[in-house]
């Protein structure tokens, strides 16, 4: 089995910042694409930074300039900081990857449980 476990939400001020963690164990082969997404009340889950396997990394314009994904391959950890956090950023955060479990294996997908983050005064 494999299992992603976030860390690091918590509430935050406008203009604040937070770093959230997520680190990938259990039956882990290789890891390609990994991602961060997030639901806010009332709306559908949306991604919000994603990072392949070679370190490339694309972000929608809500979050370009503020937010910046990593990643340790030797740990099997992505990482979200994001910077000057605004109101419309308040959601649950999910961690996402895509892992292999074999050398022979396909790809499959995973999500961690989800981080709250709140940006209010």
């Known amino acids: 089995q494999v299992q992603l476990v976030e860390s690091g939400g918590g509430l935050v001020q406008p203009g604040g910042s937070l770093r959230l963690s997520c680190a990938a164990s259990g039956s882990i082969f290789s890891i390609n694409a990994m991602a961060w997404h997030r639901r806010a009340p009332g709306k559908q889950r949306e991604p919000v930074a994603i990072?392949?396997?070679?370190?490339?990394?694309i972000y929608p314009d809500s979050v370009k300039g503020r937010f910046t994904i990593s990643r340790d391959n030797a740990k099997n950890e992505v990482y979200l900081q994001m910077n000057s956090l605004k109101p419309e950023d308040t959601a649950v955060y999910y961690c996402?990857?895509?892992?292999?479990?074999?050398?022979?294996?396909?790809?499959?997908?995973?999500w961690g449980q989800g981080t709250q983050v709140t940006v209010s005064s």
């Open positions: 990072i392949t396997s070679s370190g490339s990394t």
């Open positions: 996402y990857a895509q892992v292999r479990k074999t050398d022979s294996g396909s790809y499959n997908n995973y």
